[in-house]
């Protein structure tokens, strides 16, 4: 019964940087993986990075490297920095609870933000 809330987006460069922020209420985000996923026009969703309750971490092999995901219970938030972007990382970006960080590419996330655009321009 999360209710998430992803900012951060925006126009950037090819080799930026930004940093979005998923922002969780209405439950204790201490109990949920939280996975960051992406939808570019035309493609199925990608899952792009996971964080466990016990800040294990998962990434897709394109944005390892580039991209660390992170949490801060204390603020009911989990943050994706992401680093020299590349217009192939332009999509809209969404924070999800998930069930089991070690298969959230799989399966089904639980709750959902409204997600966060993304564009990086070549």
């Known amino acids: 019964q999360l209710q998430l809330v992803e900012s951060g987006g925006g126009l950037v460069q090819t080799g930026g940087s930004l940093r979005l922020s998923c922002a969780a209420s209405?439950?204790?985000?201490?109990?949920?993986?939280i996975g960051w996923f992406r939808q570019a026009p035309g493609k199925e969703r990608e899952g792009v990075a996971c964080?466990?309750?016990?800040?294990?971490?998962n990434y897709d092999d394109s944005v390892k490297g580039r991209f660390t995901i992170s949490r801060d219970n204390a603020k009911s938030t989990v943050y994706l920095q992401m680093n020299s972007l590349k217009p192939e990382d332009t999509a809209v970006y969404y924070c999800?609870?998930?069930?089991?960080?070690?298969?959230?590419?799989?399966?089904?996330?639980?709750?959902w933000g409204q997600g966060t655009q993304v564009t990086v321009s070549s």
């Open positions: 209405g439950g204790t985000v201490d109990y949920y993986g």
């Open positions: 964080i466990s309750a016990g800040y294990s971490t």
């Open positions: 999800a609870s998930v069930y089991d960080c070690a298969a959230y590419v799989v399966d089904e996330p639980q709750y």
